[in-house]
């Protein structure tokens, strides 16, 4: 079944002329096996995470291959406290399971939308489009054009 924020994307994005490739999957639940299922090197993959910033919702985006340093997210950001937000506020805030956040903010998910450096570094970037078994494959630099989102180091150095 397509999910509603998959026909969301696609409309978005052909609005705005951009151009990408969408793959369906078998069901996939980690970035190393959403990568083998596009046929992607690990490090194209977006992975979008849902964080709690002391009492607000944010939206951040690094290359599937690295991990969030959140020392560097308080202090970019100037927060006190930060978690990741759990299974169930994901659910409630996005009808979304974990794995299949897209790395998109507003208009397409109601929060702000931070993206590491590291996925600025590959020409193309991968991700589950709103389900386990939809990905969108679209470039960088179109991405970096359509998403609108700050952009951060946040990512725990290699």
């Not at 002391?54 to 006190?80: C, H, P, T």
């Amino acid at each position: 079944m397509t999910s509603v924020v998959l026909i969301t994307i696609c409309h978005w994005l052909e609005e705005r002329e951009v151009s990408y490739r969408l793959v369906n999957h078998v069901e996939t639940r980690t970035s190393e096996e959403s990568a083998q299922a596009r046929g992607e090197p690990l490090k194209v993959g977006g992975k979008a995470i849902l964080m709690k910033t002391d009492d607000e919702y944010r939206l951040f985006v690094l290359s599937a291959r690295l991990k969030v340093e959140s020392a560097k997210i308080k202090r970019q950001l100037g927060v006190r406290k930060l978690r990741f937000a759990t299974a169930e506020e994901l659910l409630d805030l996005t009808g979304l399971v974990p794995g299949s956040v897209p790395p998109f903010g507003r208009p397409i998910l109601p929060f702000e939308l931070y993206v590491d450096h590291s996925v600025l570094e590959n020409e193309r970037i991968a991700f589950n489009a709103g389900s386990l078994t939809d990905s969108i494959i679209m470039s960088t630099q179109d991405y970096q054009f359509v998403a609108n989102a700050t952009l951060c180091d946040f990512a725990k150095t290699e």
